[in-house]
């Protein structure tokens, strides 16, 4: 157990869960605990309705300081965002529980692995969840299966991949935001350099997977550039991607906590501007979108590559359950720990 003694007793449903959570390995900065799940497979929610979403891990450990998937840890009662990049949950996987889960699905719907984790994080070296649910979709036909990842470690399902493309639709989506290095170590501190993202474009294209490069977020003034998006896309294309997809960032209250500090250590002249375009909402509107949906329309074209299938980003509000108040506490600094069970819980954590 994460704890000596009982969870809080006002835990309910998945912080319950979370406190009671076995800790399986501890590195220096990063602990993974195995969660309890009741169900794999989720429904997503208003334009996402028709999507299944799949996520093996609660937390990533590559620490994006974009990362809109921080709200994860919110619903586990674990308040700070930085959490989510240091307590990662792996969810205990039983096959024959999944593969029941799996024979609900119909014909031609469509799954998409990692909406909020990245299924190839280095937890999945040690537990290989990704994989279990992958050897289960290889023994279904009709699927239509999506896989969005900064890890060169999908490369090493490219086999089974192909495997399952044989009777269903598969496609990665491999996200690399810039080219250079020194700029990917500042926004996504321990995800593989953009070199190995490639590398693993074609190893899994060579496998006959197809492969889209994301360059999502797209953030003002630091990855936006025509001649920045254009080598993103010449990479992937030469490394046999099919399509490439590229959208502003937005900022909802969990990833905001991060990023604007991020901003102001290393974009200080960027943080005025970046807080007056924020603040009244947390996605961009206007002028920059349509400049950017432009600009990436033109790249394509030069290239001769197509554009990602859907779900095609960003994603709708409704996805993000419990995180629609916009920018409440920007000004106040982290929240304030409650006297809540749920913040004493918090505390615990925190002194892990
Ligand atoms: S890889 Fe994805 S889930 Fe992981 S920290 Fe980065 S944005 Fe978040």
Redesign the pocket.
Known sequence: MLFEDDPPPKLVGIARLAASSDLLEAKRQVQYLELATRRFIGRGSGRMQDIWTINPYR??????K?????YAHEFMELRDPEL??HKIFAKQFQAFAFRAEVRRLKPGDTIWI?T???PY?PAERRFQITRQILEVFAGERGLDLGI????DLVARDAVLMARIAEKNKIRVHV?ITTLDDRLARLI?P??PRPALRLAAVSKLTEAGVPVSVLAHPVMPLINDSEASLDAVCAAGARNGASSFSAAPLFLKPCSAQVFLPFLEERFPHLVRRYRERFEKSAFLKGHYPEMIAERVERIRARHGIGKSRPPEWPLPSTFFDGQLELFPSLSKGPRPESSSPAGTLQRKVNRL
């Open positions: 937390g990533c450990e590559y620490g994006c974009y990362c809109y998937a921080r989510f990049e990692g909020a984790t990245d994080q969005t990842t900064k890890s996200t996504e321990r995800a």
